[in-house]
T-cell receptor, first 115, second 114 residues
Framework: KNQVEQSPQSLIILEGKNCTLQ??????????LRWYKQDTGRGPVSLTI?????NTKSNGRYTATLDADTKQSSLHITASQLSDSASYIC??????????????FGKGTKLSVIP | NAGVTQTPKFQVLKTGQSMTLQCAQD?????MSWYRQDPGMGLRLIHY???????DQGEVPNGYNVSRSTTEDFPLRLLSAAPSQTSVYFC?????????????FGEGSWLTVV
């Protein structure tokens, strides 16, 4: 069964500090890995999409890394801002045959940035 | 550009009532889907559609119906609501099948069944 595990479950950091969120997956055959940001009461918004051949991708202060060998990904947030307070969701896509793909969602990491 | 629009935002139903959650996208996306998000769980796929006239079941389809008569609209119907269907529902769309394409989510519909 495909699984995506995220850690930590929640995290509190001071404004201006950096942090790293982790995602481990057991998904096969792997197609791509996505990170989403979900503000409280809103829908998820895409941050990055990485394929097997990509090991780093940035989107402003967000940098995602992927190690396809160890099946791990991380999302690094630099110089955090209050607006970074949100849940961050790791999503892994697997090929399921006949041109179809299955997405497996992690439970998310809830980040709180405090002044 | 509105993106993915869901209505209503909030709804309270009594057990056994029926209702339809509306979803519309203005990006001419072929692929549309419905997810539910429950506390302590990742998003789970209810139904999806790869184009007008084509729908298929996802991971948790029981108790829900869908149809896709146009490219833009993908309503989700609850025929006889149950308390287990209390959840937050998200509609999503993407250009073509999901692989490699950005998935755009609506703002969510909070449903409570009492």
């Amino acid at each position: 069964k495909n699984q995506v595990e995220q850690s930590p479950q929640s995290l509190i950091i001071l404004e201006g500090k950096n942090c790293t969120l982790q995602c481990n997956y057991t998904v096969s055959p792997f197609s791509n890995l996505r990170w989403y940001k979900q503000d409280t009461g809103r829908g998820p918004v895409s941050l990055t999409i990485m394929t097997f051949s990509e090991n780093t991708k940035s989107n402003g202060r967000y940098t995602a890394t992927l190690d396809a060998d160890t099946k791990q990904s991380s999302l690094h947030i630099t110089a955090s801002q209050l607006s970074d307070s949100a849940s961050y969701i790791c999503v892994v896509s697997a090929y399921s045959g006949a041109g179809s793909y299955q997405l497996t969602f992690g439970k998310g990491t809830k980040l709180s940035v405090i002044p | 550009n509105a993106g993915v629009t869901q209505t209503p935002k909030f709804q309270v139903l009594k057990t056994g009532q029926s209702m339809t959650l509306q979803c519309a996208q203005d990006m001419n996306h072929e692929y549309m889907s419905w997810y539910r998000q429950d506390p302590g769980m990742g998003l789970r796929l209810i139904h999806y559609s790869v184009g007008a006239g084509i729908t298929d079941q996802g991971e948790v389809p029981n108790g829900y119906n869908v149809s896709r008569s146009t490219t833009e609209d993908f309503p989700l119907r609850l025929l006889s609501a149950a308390p287990s269907q209390t959840s937050v529902y998200f509609c999503a769309s993407s250009y073509g099948r999901v692989d490699g394409n950005t998935i755009y989510f609506g703002e969510g519909s909070w449903l409570t069944v009492v």
